[in-house]
């Protein structure tokens, strides 16, 4: 992929993409552009494809970014309480619910018996009605 106007960041000279996939040093004011302070510079450099073998843990390059230390307070964040067995709590809720169950009255059953006789007849005068 050819890039008009590749410059070093320091000189603002012109820089070969040959020479840049060799080594990170810009011929003009010899500086080393593989530093923390061009790392912008050389990211675009690896998105474009002109520089392809970089390590990103190279200490040099990324410095302490690198290495990940958690910090104490993010450690201390933990409540135990929420990690606590809860099942005596579960047990007491179980104990204190009271089903309020509805249950009806055989009176009111009988209230609607023969409801169902009905809607047999009316079913079987409907069938007949339509078989006529």
Known sequence: MKIEGIVCPVCNEPLNEQ???KSLVCPHCRTNLKDRKYLDFVEFLMAQGIVADMDFF???LYGSDAVYEPDIEELDETDPNE???IDKQIQNL????ELNEVTTDE???RQWEGIEEDWEEFNRRQELSRND
């Open 19 to 21: 020479e840049l996939n």
């Open 58 to 60: 190279d200490q040099a």
């Open 83 to 85: 990690f606590e067995r």
């Open 94 to 97: 179980e104990e204190e619910v």
């Open 107 to 109: 009176e009111e059953f």
